[in-house]
């Protein structure tokens, strides 16, 4: 059986009196797409958000493969191999293409110079353009336009290439098919799986559950801010983990008849 | 293909603006001879860096997303600091200048921390830092400007030393706004310091999620900002050989709308330090000419006004045409 590298253990926060997280405990093993599945509120994105560093734990434990970690900002999560996509995009749209794809993360010449150190334009230029075409978007994009003039699409899959490019050992992502068309969601749908067999884990938030079925190996439910469920795709179908989603009676659904 | 990048070009705003800066040259040329003296532009070069080397660092802390309206109030302070320590208790001008630039620091830093931690708008607290500032200038001085300001140190020379070369007389203060310039075009354009600012200023919690420091990068322009200020108030007072608690009043503004009349927009994400030149030599050229061509003073404000809003009316034209293409 493959290793776990991401774990969380009864992870509990509240903002104010809004417990939006509740004891939610799950696991990512290696090579694997987690999908993590729930109503709107249900608490996924803060989930996710205690991981990559934007919201602090109140307590519970987190641990990168096998070790229990502190994350305490989104540049301990970055340095521990875990890229995500946020929800609410991620991007700058005044910058460049290219200095998107690298920010915070910058290439530079005389690195001693520390933040003053001169951005290494050509380097920049030279991996953003491979990337673009590793992705798949190149012969669209030019690496040098602001983001500003993407589309929503393109934005999307320029976060995503992003997130690639570092290879990270954890990748999320927060409903990336989000307005999406019915092409560029394939495209998302086909990175997951390449990232997949790369040997990545993914952890992916939607609310598409025939997403799921072509793309995940097994599904978290979460319902107020607790996991409720863990189930294996291979073993399940789509009406249980609908009927789990909404906190449905099971068996009055089994029983009674009910049309697709 | 040529006349296609020559068309978007002129749709950039530090373009139009040149543009502008031309045209209205040419005009006060024509309104006045005088314009072109070296008498003129020798007082033009004096006093344009003075206000220049604020409104490079106000370029960086707009395209971060905030903006400082204690500026014009840290001009008057630091000389007015320097000053009294000065002639009061006869420290050393070196040791006067560096306590007059900590206290630089502290009020940007203090803005700083209250913008990002607190998390109040950088308006009310630097509209209150302004109050707070000039208040204390006034107080020190008990409201009396400190004149004869004649200090002989090496460095009173390098902040306001002179030189003619033929008709001409420049100011040191020249070749600091000339070093200061290359450098913010640096920091902006060619440094990381300069990516993760746009960044800032552009989506914050996206920059935020890359790792980017941004309430540090944000405290640190806050506290540049203050000291370039201060560093041009004293560079003024030596000028003249006085230091007044009132120097600088209604800088904040003029500051401001240098940078915004260069294409900076003042919402963040987007600043040009070009740009910024070409709006302080407008600005500048603008007072300067329209007491030439025989506008009353007391008047002069409306043209002032008038021609900041069409400039950015114009902008905003340009811009519209080009969002999205
Ligand atoms: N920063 C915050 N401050 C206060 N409450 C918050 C904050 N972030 C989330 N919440 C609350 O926590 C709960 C869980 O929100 P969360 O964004 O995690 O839901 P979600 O499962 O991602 O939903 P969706 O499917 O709509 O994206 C909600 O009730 C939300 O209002
Ligand atoms: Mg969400």
Redesign the pocket.
């Known amino acids: 059986m493959a290793e776990d590298v991401l774990r969380l253990d009864n992870l509990t926060k509240s903002?104010?009196n809004?417990h939006?997280l509740v004891n939610a405990s799950l696991t990512l093993r290696e090579g694997e797409v987690v999908a993590l599945l729930?109503?709107?509120?249900?608490?996924?994105?803060?989930?996710i958000?205690t991981i990559s560093g934007v919201?602090r734990i109140d307590s519970g434990q987190i641990s990168v493969r096998g070790r229990p970690v502190t994350i305490r900002s989104p540049r301990d999560a970055i340095e521990l191999g875990i890229e995500t996509i946020h929800?609410d995009t991620s991007l700058a749209p005044d910058l460049s293409i290219a200095r998107n794809l690298f920010l915070g993360r910058e290439p530079v010449l005389f690195g001693f110079l520390g933040v003053f150190a001169p951005l290494d334009l050509g380097e920049l230029k030279r991996s953003a353009s491979a990337l673009l075409k590793r992705v798949g978007i190149s012969k669209k994009l030019d690496a040098d336009a602001p983001v500003r003039t993407l589309s929503g699409g393109e934005r999307q899959s320029i976060a995503i290439s992003r997130a690639m490019q570092f290879s990270a050992k954890v990748i999320i992502l927060?409903?990336p098919t989000n307005n999406l068309g019915v092409e560029e969601t394939h495209g998302v749908l086909r990175f997951v799986k390449e990232v997949r067999d790369a040997g990545h884990s993914v952890l992916f938030?939607t609310?598409n559950i025939h997403h799921v079925f072509q793309v995940a190996d097994r599904i978290f439910v979460?319902r107020r801010?607790e996991v409720t469920a863990e189930l294996v795709v291979a073993e399940t179908d789509l009406l249980t983990v609908e009927s789990i989603i909404t906190g449905a009676d099971m068996s009055e659904l089994m029983g009674g008849a009910r049309h697709k | 293909m040529k006349s296609i990048h020559w068309q978007n070009a002129l749709k950039s705003p530090e373009l139009s603006s040149l543009v502008i800066l031309g045209v209205i040259t040419v005009l006060f040329v024509i309104g006045n001879g005088e314009f072109l003296s070296p008498l003129n532009i020798s007082n033009l070069l004096a006093f344009l860096p003075e206000l220049g080397i604020i409104a490079l660092a106000m370029t960086l802390l707009l395209t971060a997303g905030e903006f400082d309206l204690s500026v014009g109030a840290v001009f008057a302070l630091c000389p007015v600091m320097v000053a009294l320590l000065v002639q009061n208790t006869g420290m050393d001008f070196a040791l006067a200048l560096l306590l007059g630039f900590a206290a630089c620091v502290a009020i940007g830093f203090l803005n700083g921390i209250l913008v990002t931690k607190v998390g109040i708008s950088s308006f009310l607290v630097t509209l209150s830092m302004l109050l707070i500032v000039r208040g204390a200038a006034l107080y020190i001085t008990q409201g009396f400007p400190l004149k004869s300001l004649e200090i002989e140190h090496v460095l009173v020379t390098l902040l306001s030393g002179d030189f003619r070369a033929g008709p001409f007389r420049f100011y040191a203060s020249f070749w600091w706004f000339i070093g200061l310039t290359l450098l913010a075009i640096y920091v902006l354009d060619y440094s990381k310091l300069g990516n993760w600012i746009s960044a800032i200023g552009s989506n914050r919690s996206a920059a935020v999620a890359r790792g980017v420091p941004a309430d540090a990068v944000k405290i640190g322009l806050f506290i540049a900002t203050s000291v370039l200020a201060g560093l041009a108030g004293t560079i003024s007072a030596l000028r003249i050989s006085a230091a007044s608690p009132v120097a600088g009043t209604g800088y904040e503004l003029e500051v401001i709308a240098m940078v915004v009349v260069g294409g900076t927009a003042l919402n963040g994400g987007r600043g040009t330090v070009l740009g910024t030149l070409v709006g302080i030599f407008l600005l500048r050229v603008i007072r300067n000419g329209i007491v030439l061509v025989g506008v009353p003073g007391l008047a002069y404000n409306i043209f002032v006004g008038a021609i900041i809003l069409a400039m950015l009316v114009l902008h905003a034209l340009l811009q519209k045409n080009t969002r999205r293409t």
């Open positions: 903002f104010g809004v939006a729930g109503d709107n509120g249900a608490g996924k994105s803060t989930l958000k919201h929800q927060d409903e938030i609310h979460m801010g």
